[in-house]
């Protein structure tokens, strides 16, 4: 089965290729259903892959497949190569896993666009590049596949792109995510430089075996951090995410949720040995900029009213509780999170597309209501969401935040503060969503005319395509957890599968306060998770206490509009006086001088075209006569 | 074809034969106007196939070449020869001609245009083939003439402006490469014992004092970077190409500015190897700014064409600095991106003509909603976009990560500063796209016509080469590199420069289990 892991991203690049060719014959279903069987078959190959490797001993889950030679020249050999080992086929499970769902998913929510075809088309490209992102063998073809997806989520984002803001959004997301790819580079030229090699094998060995100083290796795990920031919408950078939401929906749960954005966190677990390698504070600086971002966004999620707007700055939230794992040196712990959050996070996307679906293209939170009894399913999967990502336990989402608390408090107690008021705000603003959305008084009813709506304005729940998939993510939202319980070590089902590629970085806890009282840790864990929750039913169902959603809230402590203005201001200004130079100054020197020889031989009227027309002439006959000398001479 | 055949000495010579062939036809006889041009621009491509499919990707020398004495009292022969260097850009010659004659029709006077295109294609063929410092200055300079009646004749409002202003600035560019070129081959006479030309003896057999050879290095550096164009010479080039016609820009873009950073590999590393490793800081200095200062630049242009313009000063920074950093990858990927910049330029300005064919401006600010009438242009404007922005899987990202990681090791801080270059050209490209295919059609865009068959056939040229060579660039990397690895020992043999070596890699223990 190992042999075949090259059909993992070949799958979906097939229903790409058939869908660019045949894509308009297709159509509507046609196309959807040909994406899904492709990004399904494709998870099944997985699948297979998995249990192949289960059935190996730890040191031999490690598999190489060349397809051919890259880029060589000279010292540099690059190989298209994969590579299946515990951590990509575990990405590969939820990439292919989610993305089949997700593809189900549009079938359903797409129905009726005219460009049906074209959105499965993008959705594919989509699988296989963040295919060729996990599974690649080295840093250049996980590059491939990071600027792929970078592309495709440029494309959704920007899907309806007769809307400006929808395009704005792209471009916004492309570019922003080309200052961390920049970052990325530099880490694969510090890397090339230092070991001479671009596969991670070569890499890590070199850092384990301490042939890699700790300055490059600090330098290559900055700069790979800062392409994580990019993709990962970490500070600073995040600012393209929120925008992204733009896009349709399910793009919103499959790429600015579960996938895409995770990449920045498995590229640095992918290269744990060498951030292992740095100095330490390599480690404080990711941990601290997690922390930060996860709190930061929490806020900001506490006042949006668009319902997909607190996804986004949700989702923004939960990857810095990744990173705050990352930094403190808990690579399981950052996988176990990103693997929950894919499942409650899509799950969350999915159902808000389902309500937004049912609205009729309403998306402000402010008009909806009540919308458990006219959704049923919908409101059911969703409350299944809340809870796990709100840390309630047996959900997912506790066992896996609880985890990164676990070790943030064993790294530094003050990020683990950052960390458990953020979960604290998590609870809340989730609650306060779901309130919003699915209990209290339906408000629709009041806005159903001023939106123009006719007739039947009525929410409805969706159809099985869009349903069925809400099922299916709720279930692995409530068991998901069970990868890796806290319980005793032979219950870290994730850490022992993922142990031959992180054993070497991953940090010990055992025998620290924090993991001597962790059933303490834990106990306040769900204290923090019930008061949010409650504090949040108390301001929200009951009135008991006065709404508190500050402006500055609201607009995201307005560093998405500084960083524009800025932009747009003396950003746009300097490029201007930059073009401004280079006509007036430096083309301007040109001409000048062209005038001033020509005012001085005193051949002004003569000059304009008239003497270079007949020096053309000139060259033009000598080079015949030249060439018709060289002729007669009967040289051939 | 067998072995004897002078197939160089052709390349140069038909499309010569085919311009006086189509001189002498009566203006009445359109049609055999262009068969002929057809034949003769298609021949010589299918020759630099054929050539391309002979060439021995093993022999890091020159190959197929042709040398014979022509005036020898003054040392001059016709001396050609082909290697890795110059390979690909003959090949990318001979594809471009037959695709912009077959593809692109004049607005009037088919006759003298398709002339001068065959003329400026044996310039070309010539300057990149001629291994005489005389006889390559000669195809230099000719290949002037029919690119300033191509501006001058066919080109838009402005073009006698620009027409003169190209003329002009390269011209005098030249005049301190003929100065070079004599004063080179008096001054080896001593050396040798007696008068040449000849680039393979001189470089072979001279020996300048330093400060001379950097003298004639510097006469030499300034005709081409006048051609490339680098920073500040480069003002010729934004007029030139908006003014040109739209064939007339594809060769411009894809052909004529490679002369300048070949002329840099050819004559200024290979001739004057100590006095280039001298110039070295000054001229990735240059490069970097060329790469910044040209996007940025790019980024404030109302006027789609002169955007793209702008966006090859940036591009072509990116080679010279390959050039200039001097390791084997980024020597190996300047020659690729030579090549991928007239492929992904070139198709630029395709488009943009194709646009102005539509609708007769090229102001960013009138173009709007082009996708929703016309997604297939769309999507090929999109594809050669992301070539250009370097996206990895295009031909674009294999040249430019290739000079980039290459010159990271000699040029550490200037590498750094140059990939910040890959940021502004999504900044520029993706912000012009929205501008001109995203949003609601407007009245006058809303008739936009799709590609016709014609067009998309020519296209599908571009793009399958854009795509071919970011996928499986090996091919040509393999026939470039022994002549980059030969170039890269003569420099280190003839100067105190040190190539910069990346540690000895040990393959790590993988384990390797058989498949079910």
């Not at chain 2, 390559?136 to 004749?153: A, K, Q, R, T, W």
């Not at chain 2, 999504?426 to 067009?455: C, I, K, M």
Request: proline content about 4%; overall charge neutral.
């Amino acid at each position: 089965m190992l042999e075949l892991v090259w059909l993992i991203p070949a799958l979906p690049l097939a229903g790409f290729l058939l869908i660019l060719l045949f894509g308009r014959i297709l159509g509507e279903p046609g196309a959807g259903i040909l994406a899904t069987l492709m990004t399904a078959s494709s998870f099944l190959v997985v699948v297979g892959v998995y249990f192949d490797l289960l059935s190996r001993t730890a040191e031999e889950r490690h598999h190489v497949v060349t397809l051919f030679s890259w880029l060589p020249v000279g010292s540099l050999q690059v190989d298209m190569a994969l590579l299946a080992d515990p951590l990509s086929i575990t990405m590969a499970l939820f990439v292919t896993g989610i993305g089949s769902l997700i593809h189900l998913y549009s079938i359903g929510y797409m129905h009726g666009d005219p460009k049906f075809s074209k959105f499965f088309l993008y959705l594919n490209l989509f699988v296989f590049s963040m295919l060729m992102l996990v599974l690649g063998e080295n840093l250049l073809v996980t590059f491939l596949g990071w600027e792929g997806v970078g592309a495709c989520s440029y494309f959704l984002i920007s899907f309806w792109h007769t809307r400006d803001s929808a395009a704005t959004a792209g471009k916004k997301a492309f570019v922003t995510n080309r200052v961390g790819d920049w970052g990325m580079m530099v880490a694969m030229f510090l890397a090339f430089s230092a070991v001479g090699t671009l596969s991670y094998a070569g890499i890590n060995a070199a850092a384990e075996g301490g042939k890699l100083a700790a300055v490059t290796a600090t330098g290559i795990a900055m700069m790979l951090f800062v392409g994580a920031c990019g993709k990962s919408a970490q500070l600073p950078l995040y600012i393209w995410l929120p925008d992204a939401m733009e896009g349709p929906t399910p793009v919103s749960a499959l790429i600015h949720a579960a996938t895409m954005v995770t990449s920045g966190v498995f590229l640095l677990t992918r290269m744990a040995p060498v951030l292992h390698a740095s100095y330490p504070w390599a480690g404080d600086v990711i941990a601290t900029v997690g922390a930060l971002t996860a709190l930061f966004a929490a806020t900001i999620a506490v006042a949006q009213t668009d319902i997909k707007k607190v996804l986004a700055y949700s989702t923004v939230s939960q990857l810095g509780f990744m990173f705050l794992a990352i930094g403190s040196g808990a690579y399981v712990a950052a996988i176990f999170h990103m693997v929950t959050h894919a499942f409650f996070k899509a799950l969350l996307f999915l159902g808000s597309g389902s309500v937004i679906h049912g609205m009729h293209h309403e998306q402000d939170m402010r008009k909806m209501g009540a919308l458990r009894k006219l959704m049923p399913i919908t409101g059911f999967t969703f409350i299944i969401g809340w809870l796990a990502i709100a840390g309630i336990p047996p959900f997912a989402g506790f066992w896996s935040k609880d985890e990164v608390l676990l070790y943030a408090f064993a790294n530094n107690r003050l990020l683990w503060l950052i960390g458990v008021i953020t979960a604290l705000l998590t609870a809340y603003y989730m609650t306060r969503q779901v309130i919003m959305v699915f209990f209290g008084e339906a408000r629709w009813n009041d806005h159903a005319e001023e939106n123009g709506a006719h007739g039947d304005h009525t929410p409805h729940e969706s159809p099985w395509t869009m349903v069925t998939p809400l099922v299916i993510l709720a279930g692995l939202s409530i068991v998901g957890g069970a990868m890796q319980l806290p319980f005793s070590k032979s219950t870290h089902f994730l850490e022992h599968w993922l142990e031959p590629v992180i054993h070497h970085s991953e940090v010990s806890i055992s025998g620290t306060w924090a993991y001597s009282n962790k059933w303490l840790l834990l106990a306040l864990a769900i204290l923090i998770a019930v008061s949010g929750v409650v504090a949040a039913i108390a301001v929200y169902a009951k009135g008991k206490f006065k709404i508190i959603e500050p402006k500055i809230l609201a607009d995201a402590w307005r560093y998405d509009s500084a960083v524009s203005a800025i932009v747009g201001g003396p950003g746009r200004a300097a490029f201007g006086g930059v073009a401004t130079f280079d006509a007036k100054v430096v083309d301007g020197a040109v001409n000048g001088i062209g005038s001033e020889v020509r005012a001085a031989s005193g051949l002004l009227r003569k000059m304009q075209s008239g003497l270079v027309r007949s020096y053309a002439f000139v060259i033009g006959l000598g080079a015949v006569v030249l060439l018709a000398w060289f002729l007669l001479r009967g040289i051939l | 074809m067998n072995a004897s055949f002078p197939i160089l000495s052709a390349l140069v010579l038909l499309p010569i034969l085919g311009a006086i062939l189509i001189t002498v036809i009566s203006n009445k006889h359109l049609e055999y106007v262009k068969l002929i041009a057809m034949i003769f621009s298609v021949g010589v491509g299918g020759m630099s196939i054929w050539l391309l499919a002979s060439f021995q990707s093993d022999d890091s020398g020159f190959q197929f070449v042709s040398q014979h004495d022509w005036v020898t009292s003054w040392g001059i022969s016709w001396h050609l020869g082909v290697d890795g260097v110059s390979l690909f850009l003959v090949v990318l010659t001979g594809i471009l001609f037959p695709l912009v004659i077959l593809g692109i029709d004049p607005h009037h006077d088919h006759k003298r245009y398709l002339a001068w295109l065959l003329l400026l294609e044996a310039g070309v063929m010539g300057s990149f083939l001629s291994l005489d410092l005389f006889l390559f200055f000669i195809f230099f300079e000719i290949v002037l003439v029919p690119m300033y009646f191509l501006i001058g004749g066919w080109g838009y409002d402005k073009r006698v402006y620009a027409a003169t202003k190209f003329f002009l600035y390269t011209m005098l560019g030249s005049a301190f490469m003929l100065v070079g070129i004599i004063a080179t081959a008096v001054l080896a006479r001593r050396d040798i014992g007696y008068l040449t030309f000849d680039l393979v003896t001189l470089t072979e057999q001279a020996s300048f004092a330093t400060n001379t050879g950097r003298w004639l290095f510097v006469s030499f550096a300034i005709a081409f970077a006048v051609k490339v164009p680098i920073f500040p010479l480069h003002t010729w080039l934004p007029d030139a190409h908006t003014q040109a016609p739209t064939g007339g820009s594809v060769i411009l873009a894809g052909v004529l500015l490679k002369m300048g950073t070949y002329g840099f590999l050819r004559f200024g590393l290979y001739l004057f190897p100590e006095a280039a490793v001298w110039a070295k800081p000054v001229l990735l200095t240059l490069a970097v700014i060329g790469i910044i200062y040209g996007a940025i630049a790019a980024t404030m242009q109302t006027d789609l064409k002169r955007l793209v313009a702008y966006s090859s000063v940036a591009h072509l920074g990116f080679i010279v600095l390959g050039i200039f950093a001097i390791t084997s990858q980024s020597l190996t990927g300047s020659v690729m991106q030579m090549v991928n910049h007239g492929i992904s330029t070139g198709a630029l300005f395709l488009l943009v003509g194709m646009i102005y064919e539509r609708r007769h401006t090229r102001e960013i600010a009138e173009l709007r909603g082009i996708q929703s009438v016309a997604p297939i242009f769309s999507a090929a404007f999109m594809i050669v976009m992301l070539s250009s922005i370097g996206v990895p899987g295009l031909n674009g990202f294999a040249g430019e990560f290739l000079i980039l990681i290459g010159s990271f090791q000699s040029a550490r801080w200037w590498t750094i500063v140059a990939a910040t270059g890959v940021i502004l050209a999504a900044l520029y490209l993706l912000w012009a796209y929205q501008r001109v295919f995203h949003g609601e059609p407007d009245e006058a865009n809303s008739t936009f016509a799709e590609l016709t068959l014609r067009e998309g056939a020519l296209l599908a040229v571009f793009i399958g080469i854009i795509g071919f060579t970011g996928i499986y660039p090996k091919p040509m990397l393999e026939r470039i590199e022994p002549s980059i690895d030969k170039l890269m020992e003569h420099v280190v043999s003839h100067s105190d420069y040190k190539a910069p070596t990346t540690p000895e890699v040990k393959t790590p223990e993988t384990t390797k289990v058989e498949g079910h």
